[in-house]
């Protein structure tokens, strides 16, 4: 699952692993682009064969085949993993996360980053 036209991989997944079916997988996409890219015309899900343990690398950082799903780091931060997980295993239809509670917990995230580096009070 990808987003900016192909330079930022969202998820990673084995195929064997996934058991809910396209219209869940996009929609599921969809999701995660409003969480991170917001701009749907750069979504893309698709299906390629690749080695466990190669870096996928892309413009805006890298993906990992791991044999396992592979779920990217800021979205991990979000807390959504398991959720993410959970659909695509289809033991649930939708993430289920509403985007309001992931724009509070980014921004509690950047205040936090902040406030360790010292760039607010």
Excluded: F
Aim: net charge positive; charged share 30%; glycine share 10%.
């Amino acid at each position: 699952m990808e987003g900016d036209c192909g330079g930022q991989t969202y998820v990673a997944a084995p195929a064997k692993l996934v058991s809910c079916d396209e219209k869940i997988l996009g929609q599921l996409l969809q999701d995660l682009d409003e969480l991170a890219w917001h701009n749907t015309a750069g979504q893309q899900l698709t299906n390629q064969k690749h080695q466990v343990g190669k870096h996928l690398r892309r413009r805006n950082g890298w993906a990992e085949a791991t044999g396992d799903v592979w779920v990217h780091q800021k979205l991990r931060e979000l807390g959504i993993e398991n959720r993410i997980r959970k659909v695509i295993s289809g033991e649930e239809p939708r993430s289920g996360l509403p985007v309001e509670a992931a724009n509070r917990k980014r921004e509690a995230r950047r205040i936090q980053v902040a406030a360790r580096k010292g760039t607010i009070s």
